[in-house]
């Protein structure tokens, strides 16, 4: 089916939907459920990679979204063929289940090596399934781990799928949504005004921002996948890019913040 051709009121927000699927390769988002958006904390997006009957979580989460991840992943796969977790940091709203999904998976975790030693405050004691990620990315099976450090935390990666060319950027392309929520970007302007705040507060300066443009344009990109609000197609995904380059944001803007 290749890319997903649904516009934003024909989404199963429920259920998630396949963003990409080639030759049994799927690249799925794992929906939200009423939690997700009308709770107190900030709306997440879960995705799921099937790449040869194996699956890979990305950012799955924490609790409040646990029994939701658990019930649409297991649309998809079984639970015992979830190979890898990729959490792109340390906060709870990534990695906080991190107990719980070592318990029902016999999934590594891969993590920044700067976090592998404070998710065991998430409630576990055997870290022996969490492999540190080393500063300058790598690889996990055929997906690119590229790094984002400072976008926002000092140790941060995103994930590359060469085969949907679909880029998971973490908190990177974040936007907050008000009463309305939608999967894709449609009125990059307007997103603009949803992602501001987020951005320019939570990054740590412009220069951290090129440095990562400058990283991720090397790829062929054909979506950009956030870990909140709204996914990125090709000409929006650009857009997003060009505005992140130039964004002043964190130390750019310090004075400003704490006057
Ligand atoms: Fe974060
Ligand atoms: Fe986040």
Not at 63 to 84: E, G, M, Q, T, W
Not at 163 to 191: C, M, P, Q, R, W
Not at 211 to 234: L, S
């Amino acid at each position: 089916m290749g890319y997903i051709n649904l516009s934003n009121e024909q989404v199963n927000i429920s259920n998630g939907e396949v963003l990409f699927e080639e030759s049994g390769h799927k690249f799925i988002w794992l929906g939200w459920d009423e939690a997700d958006i009308k709770g107190s904390f900030i709306q997440v997006n879960q995705y799921l990679i099937i790449s040869n009957g194996k699956g890979t979580l990305l950012d799955p989460g924490g609790v409040h979204v646990f029994p939701k991840v658990v019930a649409n992943v297991s649309r998809y796969i079984d639970l015992a063929d979830i190979k890898n977790i990729f959490y792109t940091h340390q906060d709870p709203d990534v990695s906080s289940g991190i107990a719980m999904w070592l318990s029902i998976t016999s999934a590594n975790v891969y993590i920044s090596k700067l976090w592998v030693r404070f998710l065991p405050h998430f409630g576990i004691t055997d870290v022996s399934r969490i492999i540190p990620i080393e500063d300058n990315g790598g690889r996990i099976d055929s997906f690119e781990v590229i790094p984002a450090h400072f976008m926002h935390s000092p140790g941060q990666h995103t994930l590359y799928d060469p085969t949907s060319k679909i880029l998971f950027s973490g908190d990177v392309g974040a936007a907050v949504f008000g009463s309305k929520t939608y999967l894709f970007v449609e009125d990059f302007n307007a997103h603009v005004a949803l992602m501001e705040g987020f951005h320019k507060r939570y990054m740590a300066s412009n220069a951290v921002c090129r440095n990562f443009v400058n990283r991720v344009r090397k790829y062929d990109i054909n979506m950009i996948a956030p870990q909140h609000g709204a996914v990125f197609k090709k000409e929006s995904a650009k857009s997003f890019l060009s505005w992140l380059e130039s964004l002043r944001c964190g130390s750019d803007i310090v004075d400003e913040i704490s006057r």
